[in-house]
């Protein structure tokens, strides 16, 4: 067992609290003075050297900091994980890590849960939503590392997700056979090289909000993405978001906002 579980106050993680939260529960005598004082302290960051955590972040968006991974050592990430466990972050996410980095991470955190095609990493959930479901929709399998980062974001997030892959336009009938299935979502995202034309598609097929996503999958004349990105962005159907290049990460999490947002009203 981490060193971190067994210093882990009695309270469960499902728990873990916001500041109102936290003085409520204080005030009703379930928690020590002590150890409100110890969830108070790193507010509004931790400074942990070489990286100052945003502490604060869940009280003002909702969401805690998530950590991207990419061109961080294994000692830094460990690092990071330790401070949000620390000050009681409901969730810990971690995105663009590859397997070698995760099998050290794993050692320190022994509850932690890898999804290899999404890259990325978590510690716990957020409650679920009750707003609806995030739709997400490749147009092949190739897109679905980028798929799978936006999808696992959301159910981090506390999203429902419905999965619906390599549904692309060169067969467009595909996609056009779940459209009851589409029309139950409450967002959608669309995640697609090549041409990226499968947003424009799925636009004009639903009336609820669309998250465009371009990867870089294609032949040369595709630029890595580019042409996919300036498709979307010229898309004919109206009221369409388009994230950057492979940014799955991105369209996970606009996602749950608009959920979250959607629930609450």
Not at 170 to 175: K, L, N, Y
Request: glycine letters at 10%.
């Amino acid at each position: 067992m981490s060193s971190w579980i067994l210093k882990a106050p009695k309270y469960p993680r499902s728990n873990r609290m916001n500041v109102r939260q936290l003085l409520l529960n204080y005030k009703k005598g379930k928690i020590k003075l002590d150890d409100v004082l110890a969830q108070l302290k790193n507010l509004p960051y931790d400074n942990i050297g070489f990286a100052m955590i945003d502490s604060h972040r869940e009280l003002r968006t909702g969401f805690p900091e998530v950590i991207y991974c990419e061109n961080k050592s294994v000692e830094q990430i460990i690092g990071i994980v330790t401070s949000m466990i620390k000050n009681r972050s409901k969730i810990v996410f971690g995105t663009r890590i590859d397997k070698k980095k995760f099998v050290e991470i794993k050692k320190r955190f022994k509850d932690v849960v890898y999804n290899a095609d999404a890259r990325a990493f978590y510690i716990g959930q957020l409650e679920k939503q009750s707003s609806g479901t995030v739709m997400v929709i490749s147009a092949g399998t190739s897109d679905l590392p980028v798929a799978e980062e936006a999808a696992l974001t959301a159910e981090v997030l506390g999203c429902e997700v419905d999965r619906l892959y390599d549904v692309g336009v060169a067969g467009v009938h595909r996609v056009l056979s779940h459209k009851e299935r589409i029309n139950n979502a409450n967002t959608i995202i669309v995640v697609a090289g090549m041409d990226g034309v499968l947003p424009s598609v799925v636009g004009g097929l639903v009336g609820v909000p669309v998250i465009a996503v371009p990867t870089s999958v294609g032949y040369g004349a595709s630029y890595q993405g580019l042409s996919a990105l300036l498709s979307m962005l010229n898309s004919c159907a109206p009221g369409i978001a388009v994230m950057n290049i492979d940014n799955g990460f991105g369209a996970g999490y606009f996602a749950s906002r608009i959920n979250r947002y959607q629930g609450q009203t």
